[in-house]
């Protein structure tokens, strides 16, 4: 109850009480710190050394109030403690316990009561009186008043004075209020603050992912203008920052015709509001060089659910794209091989069968030949018997040279049925002991040499007394092969030489002529079967040949040029003589 | 080369290698019979002696090389010349083996068979 000479107190007590909270207010108008606004309160409270003042704020599950901050010293507040044996720093109000407290806090309401009373019940009287003894004056009166946050009481406001007095309340629940507003700005600024931080987190979390992936990746606008860029795709682009593709669009950077594609898909995108997803592409960098990507472009939509751009990810795929093709170029070549073998299997058939052909013609060709040779001569025979002054008329009309060609061409079909023998024949290696001048002389004798073909045979000193071991059979049928061909290629004539010697544990035998030579593009061809360039002629000697000196475990080689001559090389191991 | 008539035998089974091998070997002199199978040369070497066989290879029945043998055994002193259109260095080997004078191959140069056949029969009559 108020006392009636309360009333005559000085109307200089309200007005300095009025001034005095207003000038706490104006100080912490516009402090956005909590803590930094209790203590500023605190502070002129504890600078008028007329009002002992607490702040408590309630506790997380609301049950109880703990001390923020209050005028009273430290050193006054350990000194109490010493005294009652209990922590009173931070001191923890239960409302269970503290009517007065709880009034205000549960209920809203601002009270006026003696601080005896609001100690007394939360205190035993042990401990009540030294606290009170040494933090009030007595019989000191206390208004209590909430503390709101967004209409929510978060604590209380206690102020506590000898002179307090009951009309001090509006101007105490005015400074309660201005303190709740500043808190309430203080709250405000500390989780936009907080906000911002989780933005500038976010903001520094995309910077770093834009700077770090190798992908490349772009914001535009609607017109395909670039919006943000990152430091992969600055690269892409030929640039040094990603700042300089800021309002460019594709047509700045890329071949026109790759620029109006991006252009076209991307306004597919922004129109249709459909993203395109994953789509490989090849395009040519500012270094020139081409690259696979696959790309990834989806519209991004305004606040409204407008289209207002689009993001962009291109993804570096040529070493895939490069592993891709390797893989099939490795699949291509298999199929290659598999052609070649299957090839090379119809090949080995085909030469069975020109094998079992050439035999047959071989054998049976012979028996005729052998009839027109035989009749031929006797057709000559007669030729001769008939008187002289009819012969005459018979020569002139060029009988001779008549059965001269017929017997030439005899000579030809022997060759080719020889040919066909030799290329059918399996050949057998039965070496015995030779001589290389004999064997080649015996091989020269065999053929014809026309007289303006100079022949000679010219054994190296380090084979030419030597004896060896060789199938004279294979090697003379070689080389009248070879030497046959010698001689065809200088119909104008020319020098044959036969040169032979030992190299590397071989025994070469070379046949060398000044003839026409033979063209490049039939070099390769020269030993497969049924290749010819004669005009007469199956095109079996030089493949027989091969057969052969392979079956001597040896290889033929060949080296020509045209207009000049050519050179046929045999070579075959060596065997000493035993 | 003594005044007396050389005798040649002829073994083919292609006759008209037969009938133009004998015309041209008479025109040089020589006195010439054919066969056209082993069995039938046999039958011939056994009746007379000739200074020469000229066969083929590969006859009906028989092969050249077993005629040969026959002939080789019967008259040893008779020229044997083998001729063949097949010819092979096992056959060659052999021939020479079972007493063959030569071995040629078919088609041979009718001069140079004459002039083979001469030879022979001159060197066979000096030893």
């Keep these: 109850m108020l006392k009636k000479e309360q009333f005559s107190k000085p109307l200089s007590d309200l007005i300095e009480i009025i001034q005095f909270t207003e000038n706490v207010s104006t100080k912490i108008h516009g402090v956005l710190d909590r803590n930094e606004i209790f203590r500023i309160v605190i502070d002129e409270f504890r600078k008028s050394k007329k009002y002992t003042c607490y702040i408590l704020l309630l506790t997380e599950d609301k049950n109880s109030l703990r001390v923020a901050n209050t005028t009273i010293s430290p050193f006054k507040i350990k000194a109490a403690e010493r005294l009652v044996g209990i922590k009173l720093r931070n001191f923890v109000i239960p409302l269970d316990k503290a009517k007065y407290f709880s009034q205000v806090v549960r209920e809203g309401k601002t009270i006026q009561a003696n601080v005896n009373d609001i100690i007394g019940e939360m205190f035993t009287q042990s401990v009540a009186s030294p606290i009170l003894q040494l933090f009030y004056f007595a019989n000191a009166m206390s208004i209590v008043t909430p503390l709101e946050l967004h209409g929510r009481i978060i604590g209380t406001f206690t102020m506590t004075s000898t002179k307090l007095v009951e009309y001090f309340i509006p101007s105490v629940n005015s400074l309660a209020r201005h303190i709740s507003s500043a808190l309430e700005l203080a709250e405000e600024n500390s989780s936009r603050q907080k906000m911002e931080q989780l933005l500038a987190h976010e903001r520094d979390l995309l910077q770093a992912l834009m700077d770090n992936i190798p992908d490349a990746i772009y914001f535009k606008d609607q017109n395909s203008r670039f919006t943000r860029i990152n430091k992969a795709q600055a690269t892409n682009l030929g640039l040094n920052s990603p700042e300089e593709a800021i309002g460019k669009t594709d047509f700045d950077f890329l071949a026109p015709a790759h620029a109006e594609d991006a252009f076209n898909d991307e306004q597919e995108v922004t129109k249709k509001s459909q993203p395109l997803i994953g789509r490989v592409e090849r395009t040519e960098r500012m270094n020139g060089k081409f690259h696979w990507v696959s790309t990834t472009k989806v519209p991004i939509k305004g606040q409204k659910g407008q289209v207002a751009g689009l993001v962009g990810i291109s993804r570096d795929i040529t070493d895939l794209i490069m592993m891709e093709d390797e893989l099939q170029r490795y699949s291509e070549n298999l199929e290659e091989l598999v052609r070649q073998k299957t090839e090379k299997l119809k090949e080995s058939e085909r030469l069975a069968a020109i094998g079992e052909t050439a035999a047959m013609v071989g054998h049976d060709l012979a028996n005729p030949l052998q009839v027109i040779y035989n009749q031929l001569y006797i057709g000559k025979r007669i030729l001769d018997q008939i008187p002289e002054e009819c012969k005459k008329a018979v020569m002139d009309k060029g009988i001779a040279q008549l059965f001269e060609s017929v017997a030439q061409q005899i000579q030809y079909m022997g060759k080719i049925t020889n040919d066909l023998r030799d290329y059918a024949r399996t050949p057998k290696f039965e070496p015995v002991t030779v001589e290389a001048e004999n064997l080649i002389a015996q091989a020269l004798s065999t053929i014809h040499v026309p007289e303006n073909v100079k022949a000679a045979i010219n054994v190296n000193t380090n084979l030419a007394p030597t004896k060896f071991m060789a199938d004279p059979d294979i090697l003379k049928r070689v080389l009248i092969n070879l030497l046959t061909n010698a001689v065809q290629s200088m119909p104008q004539g020319g020098r044959l030489t036969v040169k032979a010697g030992l190299e590397d544990d071989s025994i070469y035998i070379g046949v060398e002529d000044t003839g026409v030579g033979i063209p490049k593009e039939n070099m390769g061809k020269l030993f497969e079967p049924l290749f010819t360039t004669k005009a007469k002629g199956a095109g079996l000697g030089l493949a027989a040949c091969k057969r052969l000196i392979e079956a001597h475990e040896g290889s033929i080689s060949v080296e020509s040029e045209v207009g000049k001559g050519t050179t046929f090389t045999i070579k075959v191991p060596f065997r000493r003589a035993a | ?127």
Excluded: C, H
């Design chain 2, 1 to 127: 080369m003594s005044g007396k008539v050389k005798t040649i035998l002829l073994i083919d089974d292609d006759t008209q290698i037969l009938e133009s091998l004998e015309i041209i070997l008479e025109s040089e002199g020589y006195a010439v019979e054919t066969a056209q199978s082993g069995e039938e040369a046999a039958t011939k070497n056994a009746a007379k002696p000739f200074d020469a066989a000229i066969l083929d290879m590969r006859l009906p029945g028989m092969q050249g090389t077993e005629l040969l043998a026959i002939l080789n055994t019967k008259s040893p002193r008779m020229v044997k010349i083998m001729m063949t259109g097949f010819p092979s260095l096992e056959n060659a080997v052999a021939s020479l083996k079972l007493g063959a004078d030569a071995y040629i191959m078919k088609p041979v140069d009718p001069e140079k068979l004459i002039e083979l056949v001469t030879n022979k029969i001159k060197e066979k009559g000096q030893t």
